[in-house]
């Protein structure tokens, strides 16, 4: 079974800093990766795909890098509305398989 | 307009049964791997099934045997039977399509997701 950690659990930054999201799979995977934004109340939304790849309508300060067990999420310059949970998932293989998550908040 | 709308969520009795429906407008059911994901309270998303090429389905381990996913192309409709519910399958149940939707895409189109309450 594929384990799928991401770290840290909480970041607490400012608006305007960087955030960076890691992804780390308990064994060597493709770049089947996506990446997933979701904010109270609401469904999980689709960032990024194939690892580095923003889905539609998603803004050029998000970015996806890694390959083998380690990913990773990177937000250039946080917006108010950046301040959310992330999670990646797994989708090359049955289970899909979802992270943790990441809580992205205000410091 | 694409939108995926779920309904049929509510308050059950363990080992009741409960039948969650996702009426797709904007893209066709038939031609797309279309999944449900559930979200237990204050935990993250947990995928739960997947159909695809008309009859091929998965499950996860935890609902294998007690969940039946379906797809009705008729109505554009995307269903999950839910059989001997536990308190552990308490969760919001969404339906998201993919994760092939013409390419290996993840899950890039989601409900707003229903309620599904198992307690005595």
């Known amino acids: 079974e594929i384990v799928m950690t991401q770290s840290p659990a909480t970041l607490s930054l400012s608006p305007g800093e960087r955030a960076t999201l890691s992804c780390r799979v308990s064994?060597?995977?493709?770049?089947?990766l996506a990446w997933y934004q979701q904010k109270p109340g609401q469904a999980p939304r689709l960032l990024m795909y194939?690892?580095?790849t923003r889905a539609t309508g998603i803004p050029a300060r998000f970015s996806g890098s890694g390959s083998g067990t380690d990913f990773t999420l990177t937000i250039s310059s946080l917006q108010s509305e950046d301040f959310a949970v992330y999670y990646c998932?797994?989708?090359?293989?049955?289970?899909?398989?979802f992270g943790g998550g990441t809580k992205v908040e205000i410091k | 307009e694409v939108q995926l709308v779920e309904t049929g969520g509510g308050l059950i009795q363990p080992g009741g049964s409960l039948r969650l429906s996702c009426e797709v407008s904007g893209f066709s059911v038939s031609a797309n791997y279309m999944s449900w994901v559930r979200q237990a309270p204050g935990k993250g998303p947990e995928w739960v099934s997947v159909i695809y090429s008309g009859t091929t389905t998965y499950y996860a381990e935890s609902v294998k045997g007690r969940f039946t996913i379906s797809r009705d192309n008729s109505k554009n409709t995307l269903h999950l039977q839910m059989n001997s519910l536990r308190v552990e399958d308490t969760a919001v149940y969404y339906c998201a399509r993919g994760p092939y939707s013409g390419g290996w895409y993840g899950l890039d189109l989601w409900g707003q997701g229903t309620l599904v309450t198992v307690s005595s």
């Open positions: 064994q060597s995977v493709s770049s089947n």
């Open positions: 194939g690892a580095s």
């Open positions: 998932q797994l989708y090359n293989n049955w289970p899909l398989t």
